[in-house]
């Protein structure tokens, strides 16, 4: 059979720089190569510095979710120094998370999923709606942004790069009218969602529980007219359902602790059945990877990332992350699975671990954090402090893993002198998008874009679904 | 209509994702009010692969015209750009010949016009910003470059921009309405950077008695003793004001680290305390010679009020109007 060789380069509507290099045989992928290709080098940047300059620095490896890089830069000097945060900072990062992770799955939607559902010939009303840059969506959702970026301008300042976010809590106290303040613009957003993204309140769409009930709520009202009823009928009819699989595990480190240490979704590794997740048995290989080599898996605490760009077997820049030897998914698909979200895990046993039901996981968090929030600012006490004071520490080591909107983060930082000793982040779409690893197990994107169909090499509409469809952040990814 | 091309070089997509911040008028709104049509932008453009090559082509050889390139991210002096974004060529080297063939260009961000965090350090990447590298004037482009209208490349820094700076630059640009003159020692435009971040801080009460917070979260000035560079850094932040209006760096309760300046981040170290020589900082404000700021200070601090006094070190009003008593214990003189 005739092999032919495609490179995917660049992808549009996607974060960063990304490669795909697939083998096509019999009009299917045979084997892909997912390669990063920007380098930028922030983990050496940071050798020998200050060790709270990391949060200053890790916010801008990414500009779309740089609140959960300065989130995991904290924790790691918190756990560095043994402090915890004040009731209030934990709930006003949740907030500030929830608000990040809220944006980033909309804009993902909005301006790089959907767009890719109406190339045409398409559906006149789909195209109205979506193909950008006019599309009448895409218009509501950019003005849409406002109503809940105001919440998180009362918390963080500034976003991209807030420094709101220190290891003893959060740098901005809340009066009891801000709070109210926060109620009305969470109010507007929500009308925002209900009108347009969902076509109904969200408590109805949170009473979904089976795939069954999703055919139901379909031909309900005017359901079936909304933005995600529309996504729906495009994704089955494109065949959504049946791309992107793989032999799923899931890696999730938990999101969204309440004071208490309670998570809003449960910590673990989900592999046919739930277990525990345990950070030490994370490591990365670089086999294929630009950076000088070493030895099978390395712990984070013991990485290196002394580029080596002249090493011919290598073919990215992003490391390859595995959690027991093994590659694993994160992300909305990922928590919900380890929280056993139970819409999510029908759809997960009807459809597979698709890019229809990763796409789905997406948007079904949205809507669940977006619920959360309300809650969590009356939480929020004026009367209470917000920020501790941090001990300077000049030795030791501290490990930062928080949720961020693609999925588990971590920093793993060591500490000597008072000055950064080594500091390696691993990233989500670095799990995602991973190269092979030292036995030439491919990443997750690489295993899911094998039988991906490929009939028009300009127009890789099926491809692009399968890519789309882990919301890679090439930025972070190679950092 | 005018052709946009928008180029993401070593960045981390701060300056898009700031843009989408937008509001009044939100991000289609403002294309639709500029008149121009995005030719490549990492969301808004439709291209794939060998198109965006060709596009690139197209636009350095002049056969498409570029009004307006607008360049997001640092470039690598020293090494081939890594990335195969536009695959065969290194994109310094596309972004060479576009601007040549353009209008306009227009640097966003402070890795775009000077390097900023990707030329942090060592910078073993030699990563420089399009006409400037820090605060020298050369970079990717030369300190000759003009661009076909006669304009060196215009600043639009920050980390990021604020998405007001770079639309209302775009927007003086495309009305002409900004001309060399318009445009500081650092080629940004006075509009935008002409002002300090202190201005409109609403802890410039604080500042003026020298009440100053212990510690994150107090409500105190944040300039003695947290690191804030307000007093430095030129920009219009606590006019403006950020995301929907709500915020600033100082509002948010942290310090402001002067990040549209050319020599950011480096020279504002440490970040988050205040370096002193005895009691005095050592970057002192923004044209204040160090004897009066010396003895201002002093002063200030002694006539501080209570209510300040006591503010500055809590995270909320100590100090609440009726229950407050002047220092002659009469309450009929409360603040």
């Keep these: 059979m005739v092999t032919r060789t495609i490179t995917f380069s660049p992808f549009s509507r996607l974060e960063g720089d990304l490669q795909v290099n697939v083998e096509v045989q019999g009009g299917q992928i045979a084997s892909a190569h997912a390669s990063g290709t920007l380098y930028r080098g922030f983990e050496l940047m940071l050798r020998g510095r200050d060790p709270m300059d990391a949060i200053v620095i890790t916010c801008r490896v990414c500009g779309q979710c740089g609140l959960a890089h300065s989130a995991a830069a904290s924790a790691a000097i918190r756990s560095l120094a043994g402090i915890s945060m004040p009731p209030n900072a934990s709930v006003a990062v949740n907030v500030m998370m929830a608000i990040e992770t809220v944006l980033s799955h909309l804009t993902h939607f909005y301006l790089s999923f959907a767009p890719d559902l109406v190339e045409p010939p398409c559906a006149d009303k789909a195209m109205e709606r979506f193909l950008p840059p006019g599309g009448r969506s895409i218009s509501r959702a950019l003005r849409a942004r406002e109503d809940i970026l105001g919440i998180l301008g009362l918390l963080a300042g500034k976003w991209p790069n807030t420094l709101a976010l220190q290891p003893g809590g959060t740098t901005r106290p809340v009066d009891a009218s801000e709070i109210r303040r926060a109620h009305g613009m969470l109010g507007e957003f929500t009308e925002f969602v209900r009108d347009q993204v969902i076509g109904c309140e969200p408590d109805r769409w949170l009473a979904l529980r089976t795939a069954a ?199 793993w930082m060591r500490v000597e002198g008072g000055r950064i000793r080594n500091y390696q982040i691993i990233t989500p779409t670095g799990w995602n998008l991973s190269p092979r690893d030292s036995e030439g197990t491919p990443g997750p994107l690489e295993a899911a874009l094998v039988g991906t169909p490929v009939s028009d090499p300009d127009r890789p509409a099926a491809v692009s679904h399968v890519v789309k469809s882990f919301d890679p952040c090439l930025f972070c990814t190679v950092h | 209509m005018a052709n946009l091309l928008w180029i993401q070089a070593v960045c981390c997509g701060g300056e898009t994702a700031s843009l989408l911040n937008s509001d009044h008028p939100h991000l289609l709104a403002a294309l639709h009010t500029l008149d121009v049509a995005m030719l490549g932008h990492p969301y808004l453009h439709r291209q794939t692969g060998a198109k965006m090559e060709q596009l690139l082509a197209e636009c350095a050889a002049g056969e498409v015209h570029v009004d307006l390139l607008v360049v997001e991210g640092a470039t690598y002096l020293t090494v081939p750009h890594p990335t195969s ?22 640097a966003v961000g402070t890795c775009a016009s000077f390097g ?58 495309r009305a002409n309405r900004l001309t060399a003159s318009d445009l500081d020692r650092f080629n940004r435009p006075h509009a935008f950077y002409g002002k300090l971040a202190h201005h409109a801080c609403p802890r410039n009460e604080y500042y003026e008695f020298k009440a100053s917070a212990a510690a994150y979260s107090h409500q105190g000035c944040l300039f003695e003793n947290l690191g804030c560079k307000g007093t430095l850094c030129e920009s219009d932040c606590n006019e403006r004001l950020w995301l929907a209006r709500t915020g600033s760096c100082t509002r948010g309760g942290f310090p402001c680290l002067s990040c549209t300046s050319p020599v950011f981040p480096d020279r504002f170290i440490p970040f988050f305390e205040t370096a002193k020589i005895g009691e005095i900082p050592t970057s002192l404000p923004l044209d204040v010679p160090k004897a009066w700021y010396v003895g201002i200070s002093g002063l200030s601090k002694l006539a501080c009020p209570e209510r300040l006094r006591r503010n500055a070190v809590s995270f909320k009003p100590a100090w609440r109007g009726k229950e407050a008593q002047s220092d002659d214990g009469n309450p009929d003189h409360h603040v």
């Design chain 1, 213 to 411: 009930d999703l055919d139901r709520w379909l031909g309900e009202g005017s359901h079936a007219g909304s933005d995600v009823g529309l996504l729906v009928a495009l994704a089955l009819e494109r065949g959504l359902d049946k791309i992107g699989m793989w032999p799923a595990r899931f890696l999730s480190s938990g999101g969204w602790p309440d004071s208490g240490g309670r998570m809003l979704t449960r910590p673990g590794f989900y592999d046919g059945h739930p277990a525990e997740m345990d950070p030490a048995r994370i490591a990365e290989h670089v086999k294929y990877s630009w950076y000088d080599p070493s030895e099978g898996g390395v712990p984070p605490f013991d990485g290196e990332s002394e580029p080596a760009p002249e090493r011919t077997e290598a073919y990215s820049w992003t490391k390859a992350p595995r959690y027991a030897g093994q590659p694993a998914e994160v992300g909305p698909l990922a928590r919900l699975v380890n929280g056993a979200d139970p819409f999510v895990m029908d759809l997960l046993a009807k459809y597979g671990p698709s890019a229809f039901v990763r796409e789905m996981a997406r948007l079904h968090e949205t809507i669940r954090l977006l619920g959360e929030i309300g809650p969590w600012l009356d939480e929020l006490d004026p009367e209470e402090p917000f920020c501790r004071e941090t001990p300077r520490v000049e030795s030791g080591s501290g490990i930062g893993l928080v949720e961020a909107p693609r999925g588990t983060l971590g920093h």
């Design chain 2, 85 to 106: 974004w536009a695959t065969g060529k290194p994109l310094a080297e596309w972004i060479r010949a576009i601007a040549l063939a353009a209008d306009y260009t227009v």
């Design chain 2, 116 to 173: 900023g965090i990707m030329a942090c350090g060592r910078n073993p990447l030699g990563a420089t910003g399009l006409q400037f590298y820090r605060n020298e004037r050369g970079g990717l482009l030369g300190a000759d470059y003009r661009g076909r209208a006669g304009m060196p490349v215009v600043n639009v820094p920050g980390c990021p921009a604020h998405p007001d700076w770079i639309i209302g630059t775009l927007w003086a640009l």
